[in-house]
């Protein structure tokens, strides 16, 4: 369901009524405030689909009800005075619960995978949350290091070597052991998770024109193309560093699969291209988990307006990644 006050609840209630109409093996689930989610489905979205209470410690099999809007309650308190379009902090714990049981029922194999609904790092932390976004809260519950920030969409996909960090401190962290890492996590995502066998792979320069062989820095230089050297000779299909400015006017078409330096190099031409469809993946964790590229949307929260595009797509790419990886097990 994600933050209460923003657009979470509202694209959680229309992305499971778009996959009830298709009545195909999609069956979406609601993990947040049975109360709330009412509120928002009859008096914001004023929808006609039934809504069906689930506890907690119930079974699934018998308790989903197919046709309906089935929400798992896992409130501790009243939502009724919850504020659309604003930070409510004192809901901050119970949206960390939302997230904390889909994770357990993920590993407990009751369902494949789960997209969360975005979540406010500000509510998170004024409201005693452990942690303020996703991705470390699901790193704690997993128990796992071992993880990258990817953004998919059927124009491109771009995985990220450092997230939410100052651009003064990116040249810092790009190193070769976290190089190492990203890029193997990306190839084990995209031949298991997306089913590509061969896949070929581009990476990014840090510096204008990628340093331009020292001139403009030497991290391409001492870091990046070793890196890319290693993967190389173990016959892997991997190319770069390649200046981002030029690159993605025209190259990125040629590649499964783009390892950018920093934050904003990949998201701004994955959002140019892919805003509404584009879905955040969480890379090499043991469970499936996505969610939209777009945030809790305080502006538009309450209004009805709400592109929940994104969000299906989230859940499309849970069940195709759930597929794959059943197929890739099986060989």
Not at 94 to 101: G, L, S
Not at 104 to 117: D, L
């Amino acid at each position: 369901m994600g933050d209460p006050g923003g657009v979470g609840p509202e694209i959680a209630v229309k992305s499971s009524e778009y996959f009830i109409k298709k009545n195909g093996l999609v069956k979406p689930l609601i993990f947040g405030s049975f109360g709330h989610i009412d509120n928002v489905s009859k008096k914001i979205i004023r929808t006609n689909t039934p809504l069906n209470l689930i506890r907690p410690e119930s079974p699934l099999k018998t308790s989903f009800k197919n046709g309906k809007i089935n929400v798992i309650d896992l409130s501790s308190k009243s939502y009724d005075s919850v504020k659309l379009g604003t930070v409510n902090p004192e809901y901050a714990k119970d949206v960390e619960r939302y997230i904390e049981t889909a994770v357990n029922f993920s590993i407990n194999g009751k369902i494949c995978g789960f997209a969360t609904a975005p979540i406010n790092k500000d509510m998170m932390l004024k409201g005693g949350a452990r942690f303020g976004g996703h991705t470390e809260l699901l790193g704690y519950l997993t128990k796992s290091d071992d993880f990258a920030m990817l953004f998919y969409s059927k124009k491109i996909i771009t995985v990220l070597a450092t997230i939410h960090i100052p651009l003064s401190t990116v040249h810092i962290k790009i190193t070769k052991d976290l190089l190492r890492k990203i890029i193997n996590i990306s190839l084990n995502w995209i031949k298991a998770d997306f089913g590509k066998e061969n896949p070929r792979i581009a990476v990014l320069g840090l510096n204008p024109h990628a340093g331009e062989n020292g001139r403009i820095g030497n991290e391409e230089k001492d870091v990046i193309m070793p890196v890319i050297e290693e993967f190389q000779n173990r016959s892997g299909n991997i190319e770069g560093p390649f200046p981002a400015d030029s690159f993605f006017a025209k190259r990125y078409k040629d590649f499964d699969l783009i390892v950018s330096m920093y934050h904003d190099q990949a998201l701004i031409p994955f959002k140019l291209l892919s805003f509404n469809k584009g879905v955040n993946v969480t890379a090499g964790l043991k469970i499936i988990r996505t969610s939209p590229v777009h945030g809790t949307a305080y502006d538009i929260a309450g209004k009805n307006k709400a592109d929940y595009g994104s969000m299906v797509e989230s859940i499309k790419l849970v069940r195709r990644i759930s597929e794959n990886r059943n197929k890739w097990i099986g060989k």
